[in-house]
């Protein structure tokens, strides 16, 4: 039960959950905020798919009996996504965190998005999906490029 709770808290860091967010402010009419919240998903998962890519690290759940033996363009792909480092779904939180953090100025709101965050952060440690070392370079990559987003509109 507190795993697929956890499952449920690392969903958070989803780039689908990331761009339901962002379409929902455009409903809603904040064109800005969905803007910058399209930007910093489209530039976090660039740069942190290309780290994975020539940076290859095993996640610690990896096991070679269980690798995919698929025609070679998706098995690129799926070996990409497959690398541990680094933590896109931290990055995608980090930076949510930036870019809405910025928008909702009030403190309880801050502060409830920097906990749900650390509760992404530490959910991807508790899966064994990422290392400690993993999701921290995924929180700086998030919080570089949201703020980046932030100054350039």
Known sequence: MIK???????????????????????????????????????????????????????????DPKKRFDQIWPINKVVQVDEESFPSLHAARSAGLLVVLGSYFTGFYVQFFLAILTFAVCIS???????????V?????LGLLVGFGVLFLI
Do not use: C, W
Not at 124 to 134: A, S, T
């Open 136 to 140: 921290a370079a995924g929180v700086i």
């Open 124 to 134: 991807r440690v508790y899966l064994k999906r990422h290392y400690i070392e993993d």
């Open 4 to 62: 697929k709770f956890v499952r449920h808290i690392s969903s958070l860091g989803t780039i689908f959950f990331s761009l339901v967010l962002a379409l929902f402010t455009y409903l809603n009419g904040q064109e800005q905020l969905s803007i910058k919240l399209f930007l910093m998903i489209l530039i976090t998962t660039a740069i942190g798919l290309s780290i994975k890519f020539f940076y290859k690290k095993h996640r610690p759940d990896f």
